[in-house]
């Protein structure tokens, strides 16, 4: 009894310790301090909003998904370590690592088929509705091709709500594609007074300079050289070297394993030069951020609104659907 005593006294009077901590289908931090690991837990469900009924709260370690239970480990910890609150039945996986975006992954085995692609797909959904700013235009089709009944059964929502949300997901499609063929037009524009710059150029040096032949200049491009190798998969390096404006149709879980792929092997990869490489990654560097910013965005609305947990479904504008 003494000793029970003593050890939450010496909890009490520990100094605090900064942590930070997110939820596991969450990317937005929140930073707390706390003496003890009971205390830590019971700010996280407060910070998070995770309800009363889905408590208790287990926290692990967000780096390699260690369960923190410990008092005394927990004291040993440094700060600003990073935590990821798991609320009742949650399970970490091994693909939810704390690097950006792979926090969409879901605990569950390997897809196997096209079925439960698009039942995981709707778990992502069903945890937080802004996860449709994330995902690939691909994902998006095969939760558009879902008939309506099954994913109103998987979601537990009416055929009404669901057939909004699949308006939604018509609409976030489009306007990829809508962007992706200004940028096209944007490109043959500019492309477009590249060479008719180029031509009066020439004209101009024809009349002034006697034509002379020009030396021939190794622009280091040529694909027989040693290439250093990728980590990236050949579906995604087939995206980035067939799709008009790959970041778009890219998830961002990909866009992120583009931006930290070293800028000559992906040029290798792709037998392109170095430059071209370089633009490709600014390109998904900055479709990233914008869909970051958009999440952020829908987080910080949602928390200001009763402190619900998940976005209402009932917000979402409908859209005419394209056939």
Not at 56 to 76: H, K, M, N, Q, S
Not at 216 to 243: C, M, P, R, Y
């Amino acid at each position: 009894q003494r000793a029970r005593r003593g050890g939450r006294t010496a909890a009490m009077a520990a100094p605090l310790k900064r942590c930070l901590v997110r939820r596991r289908d969450g990317r937005e931090q929140h930073g707390l301090a706390a003496s003890c690991l009971r205390e830590l837990r019971d700010k996280a469900s407060g910070v998070l909003a995770i309800d009363k009924a889905r408590e208790p709260v287990t926290l692990v370690l967000a780096e390699d998904g260690t369960i923190v239970d410990d008092e005394d480990y927990f004291l040993c910890l440094p700060s600003n370590t990073k935590f990821v609150a798991l609320a009742k039945n949650e399970k970490w996986s091994s693909k939810s690592l704390d690097s950006g975006t792979t926090w969409l992954s879901e605990s569950v085995d390997e897809v196997d088929s096209a079925t439960e692609k698009w039942k995981q797909l709707a778990r992502q959904l069903k945890d937080d509705l802004s996860n449709i700013i994330l995902m690939s235009e691909e994902d998006l089709q095969v939760l558009i091709d879902v008939p309506r009944s099954d994913l109103a059964e998987e979601l537990a929502q009416s055929q009404t709500k669901i057939q909004v949300l699949q308006d939604t997901l018509q609409q976030v499609l489009d306007r990829r594609e809508e962007e992706r063929q200004s940028r096209q037009l944007l490109e043959l524009y500019l492309e477009a007074l590249k060479n008719e710059d180029s031509i009066l150029s020439k004209v101009a040096e024809s009349e002034t300079v006697p034509r002379r032949e020009m030396d021939v200049v190794d622009t280091g491009t040529s694909s027989t050289g040693t290439s250093a190798k990728t980590a990236l998969s050949d579906q995604i390096l087939a995206a980035l070297k067939e799709k008009p404006a790959p970041e778009l149709c890219l998830d961002s879980q990909d866009l992120e394993l583009v931006l930290k792929e070293d800028t000559q092997a992906l040029a290798s990869a792709l037998r392109w030069d170095k430059q071209k490489a370089e633009a490709l990654q600014q390109a998904c560097d900055q479709e990233l951020s914008k869909r970051l910013q958009q999440v952020q965005t829908l987080h910080s609305l949602r928390s200001t609104s009763k402190g619900k947990k998940t976005l209402p479904w009932g917000d979402w504008p409908s859209s005419k659907r394209k056939k």
